[in-house]
Structures are given as C-alpha cells and as structure tokens.
C-alpha cells in the first residue's frame, strides 16, 4: 500500500532550524501541537528538549508520578530525531573491537550489551503502545575500498564469538553487489539482528504516549537561560519560569550558549537526506529491504521505504549555513552508487543537525548541581537516544542503570575554544572527506 504523500497542512509547517519539508513529514497522519508555556511552573523534574532522550525521560518520570515539564524550542521532531535516517544499527557507534581496544574487553562487552538491550526497548516500546515505526529489518555495512576485508571479516567472527551476537555475515564482493544492486563496493557485513524504522513515527507516538502519561509538553517554548537559587534549578523562557529539583538537557546538537560544558563537548554538523520517487521500475536496488551504512568517513547511508522510495544521505555540512542544493548534491551521490538512478526524481530534500563528539561517543555529564546533560551520539543515536532518555528516569528512581557506563567514557573537549573550534573542526573534517576519495 502506498503512503500518501500528503498529509495535514500542519505537516508542511518550516521550522527555521530544519531546512526542507522531509518525506516523514508528508507521511506522518497526524503531528499534534502542544502549546507554548504559559506563565510559571514548579516541577520536580524539567526537560529541555523533546527529541528521543527528553520525551523516553518525561515519559518514564511522568509513569512513575514524577512531576515532569518538557520544553521544546520548536516543533517536536524539528530536531534530529524527527529528522533522521532512521538506522537502528548495533553496538555503539564503533565496532565493538575498535572500542575494546581502547576500554578493554569488559567494559566494551557492557557498553555492547546495552546497547541491545536499547534495540529491544526500541522495538517493545514501539509495540506496546501501538506505535507504526514502518519497521524494516536487515541492515549493512559496506566497504567503499578494497583493503577493509580483512577488517569486515573480522568484524563479523568478533561479533559472534565474542560478544554473542550471531546475526552479522560476512559478504564478499558478489554477494555485496547483489544485495545492494550496486558494484561500487567491495565488500560489506550483513546484519540481519537489526533494521530501519520511520523517525518521526515513532517521536510522534513517544510524544502522545508521555502527554497520556502525565508528563507536560510545550513546543515553541526556547530556554533562554539558567540559573541556581536555594538548591533549585529555574528555567527562564519568554513566556514563564519553571523551578525544578532537576533538569535533563537534552538538546544535543542544538544547545547553542545555554550552557557551556554541552557547548564544548557536542558539535553540530549538518546532515541531509533526499528522497526519491517509488523504484518501481529498479527491482535490483536493494531487493531485500536492508538498511546501508558505508566505510567514508563521511558516511553515506540509504535504504528503502515502505514505498519503494530510496531514502539517500550523504552530505554534511560544518556549519551553520544550510545549503541550497541539497537535492541536486544528494542526487550526485546517489547516481554514484547507481548510475540507472541518475535523472531519477526527487519528491523531498530535508536535513538538520546532529551532535557529534571527539571520539564519536555520547556524551553524560552533570554540568552544574542537578542539571545532567545527554547528547553526542554523532549519527547513532535512535536507539541509543531513546534508551539514555528512559535510563536517566530509572537514575532518578533510584535504579543502577547502564547509564554510568556511558558516563564513564572519556569525551574530551572540542579544541579550539567557541571561536575557534568550528573552523578546527571544518578543516580536520574536510582532510578526513579528501581521504575518503583516495
């Protein structure tokens, strides 16, 4: 059944951080508002940002009797999480090896098992509450150059004999070509315990789902400033304060200069997505359904819709500027990876920011008394996002939770200072996209 391509005026709304209308905005039914705060609250926990990890953190707080306030600056799912290209994938954002090298086995298996066990809430949650994510299963990851075999193959046997996860399959070139439809790549790792799921689905149904539980929701509602008095956290908006015991910021890409720890850990960087009209005529691109992530180090990742479209990302962008072009670059991408698709049309072209850290690992801290930031999860965080959101309610319920491994982790500060850090990182990230083509 196709999806219809228009929905609810609503849905064509321009958020000024989110360039473009997105293919999940026009296949989203409904996308409720909630109303700007109006005057002031008193709350024993608020939450600055209603993406994944704020409404996964209002919805367990507000199920447990917690007095819980979310403020968004925009439009829920304005942000990464509505926005997204809606991989789940597996592990962290590196190969469980890669970061074993660094923390050691036991640590990397405990950060590897959460992370699971995040896919599994992802999906349940989803479930349970009668959410339509649009899942897909399958996902892969593939090699744009011939000396990654060793490692791919690696990856998979570690995986399984390691870490207990069966469900990764080394593919050679052939097998590659053809689970794709493409023969730009020259090898890849099939996962099969894993898959691709509607963002903006899924963000719409947590939102009703933490309004239903108790938890109160204000969009177009920006914090402009915190501050501390008498053991309390107050939350200065345009339009009315909230005092609370504690405060969750999760902003992620979007903190700006509310508060600096976050501002100098997380980064933005610009991602976009095109997507194209129904493949009806192109059987061979990707005939199974999987999900692609591929070995750049600025990655391009695709995969297909429920209706046949190829949803197709691959430019990033280190700044605050969105680009113009965003259609016709994407659409270079993708005749790339396959020339038949080079004069297919394009119905939407979309982007928004993602938080990324140093090491590309997420980013827990308590940043003042009783405010703990959570973001960075640098291009991984669908689940990731959703779990760290619930496991900060069960802190605060008094749980020991996987969440004190991932604050563990050693994320450093982006050099450079405010100033100086963006045109550092233009310039590093720009050699490491010049080394993807050698």
């Known amino acids: 059944m196709r999806e219809s391509l228009k929905g609810p005026a609503m849905n064509e709304w321009q958020s000024p951080i989110a360039p473009g209308i ?24 608020a939450v600055v940002g209603g993406g994944f990890t704020g409404l996964q953190a209002a919805y367990h707080l507000a199920k447990r009797g917690i007095s819980v306030v979310l403020l968004e600056a925009c439009r829920i799912g304005d942000g990464a999480s509505g926005r997204n290209g809606g991989q789940l994938g597996t592990g962290q954002r590196s190969w469980p090896e890669e970061l074993e090298e660094k923390i050691g086995f036991e640590r990397s298996k405990a950060l590897f098992d959460m992370a699971e066990q995040a896919k599994r809430h992802l999906l349940d949650f989803a ?3 009668s959410i339509d994510i649009n899942y897909m299963p399958g996902q892969m990851n593939v090699a744009h150059k011939r000396g990654h075999e060793k490692e791919y193959r690696a990856n998979a046997e570690i995986a ?20 794709l439809g493409s023969t730009q790549y020259h090898c890849g790792v099939r996962d099969t315990g894993t898959g691709h799921i509607h963002p903006l689905k899924l963000l719409v149904g947590l939102a009703r789902t933490a309004k239903a539980a108790g938890a109160e929701i204000h969009e177009m509602t920006k914090v402009t400033g915190l501050r501390q008095a008498a053991g309390r956290t107050f939350l200065e908006t345009a339009s009315g304060t909230v005092s609370a015991d504690r405060v969750l910021l999760a902003t992620n890409a979007y903190i700006e200069r509310l508060e600096p720890v976050t501002a100098a850990h ?3 960087i610009g991602s976009f997505i095109a997507a194209t009209e129904p493949l009806d005529d192109h059987p061979s691109v990707l005939p199974g359904g999987e999900a692609v992530a591929d070995s750049r180090f600025v990655v391009r990742y695709f995969r297909k819709s429920r209706d046949n479209r190829l949803l197709f990302g691959g430019r990033e962008v280190y700044s605050s500027t969105n680009p113009q072009d965003t259609a016709d670059f994407i659409r270079q991408q993708i005749a790339e990876t396959y020339p038949a698709l080079k004069n297919v049309g394009i119905t939407h072209a979309w ?18 008394p009783g405010v703990t930031s959570i973001g960075g999860y640098s291009g991984h965080g669908v689940m990731l996002a959703n779990f760290c959101g619930k ?8 749980m020991d939770t996987g969440l004190d491994d991932i604050e563990a ?13 963006t045109p550092l990182l233009f310039l590093a990230l720009t050699w490491f996209a010049l080394r993807d083509r050698l």
Do not use: K, N
Not at 23 to 45: E, F, K, M, N
Not at 160 to 179: I, K, Q, V
Not at 351 to 368: A, D, K, L, N, S
């Open 351 to 368: 982007g928004g920011y993602v938080g990324i850290t140093m090491p590309r690992q997420p980013f827990v801290r308590e940043v003042m």
């Open 127 to 129: 479930a349970e509450h």
């Open 266 to 268: 997380i980064m933005p």
């Open 391 to 398: 496991l900060y309610a069960d802190r605060l319920a008094g």
């Open 409 to 421: 982790l050693d994320v450093p500060r982006f050099p450079g200072g405010r100033h100086m850090r």
């Open 22 to 45: 997105s293919w999940y905005q026009a296949t989203v039914s409904q996308r409720p508002t909630y109303p700007p705060l109006d005057g002031s609250r008193t709350v024993d926990v």
């Open 160 to 179: 399984a004999e390691r870490y207990g996860y069966p469900h990764m399959t080394f593919m050679d070139r052939a097998e590659t070509a053809e689970r």
